[in-house]
């Protein structure tokens, strides 16, 4: 498998490809890859003729207390499983190149970027932006693949996208789950095998909620206070945010309606994790 590492290379790789009439899907992400992102690689091989897959651990978007320098980084790993599950290129820049020396420009889209974890995090989504941008600049890709675990993350670049007029295809794919229920992510490699356990309560009260609006139930306070009763079974999670939102623009919203998101994010020790459903 080939490895770019320079934005001219990238440009140069895209552009080639699409002077032959071919479609290029780009699958942004930060490495430590696991089956959540085989399945964003599989659903880009499947509609694009070509995938690149970019593996940078992105600096803007972590906080100062944040786990950037422990963050996992496996590359050789990474790199095998992006080309088993249809990649044809990984984009693995060093920091000076998407960052290089008089750097002055970020990318905020205003309103959203304090919703959510954005709230929690501040500058996390100025820190997404401004990169995702780059990639989807340099790239040039048709369509870029994104997983519905980051919701909050997929309605920030939506609007980026939109905004800016980057003419690439946002695609969102399923949240992928351990047969537990555990969302897959990078970060339960962080989890003790007892916070492991006390993790599920995050995608047990997704279930739950699910089925309360299922039932028929519309009231967000009903909502948000049977998610709440679901937590407190678990005490030793913190809850950071339970939140029903329009996905479009992170607001709360009083009623669930059909694509209503609901979202939820808790501490499991030091680890903070994200969960949601798209309800209706």
Known sequence: MDVLRTVDELRHWSRKLRARGKTVG????MGALHPGHASLFRAAAACCDSVVVSIFVNPTQFGPNEDFDRYPRAFDADSALAASEGADVIFAPAVVEIYPPGNATIVEVEGLSSRLDGASRPGHFRGVATVVAKLLIGAEADRAFFGQKDAAQVAVIRRMVTDL???TEIVVCPIVREPDGLALSSRNIYLSATEREQA???CRTVRKIEELVASGERSARVVIDAARRSFAA?????IDYIELVDWTTLVPVSTAQPGTLFAIAAWVGKTRLIDNAILG
């Open 26 to 29: 780009l699958v942004p992400t």
């Open 234 to 238: 678990t005490p030793e999670v913190h």
């Open 165 to 167: 007029r980057i003419p």
């Open 200 to 202: 599920l309560v995050l």
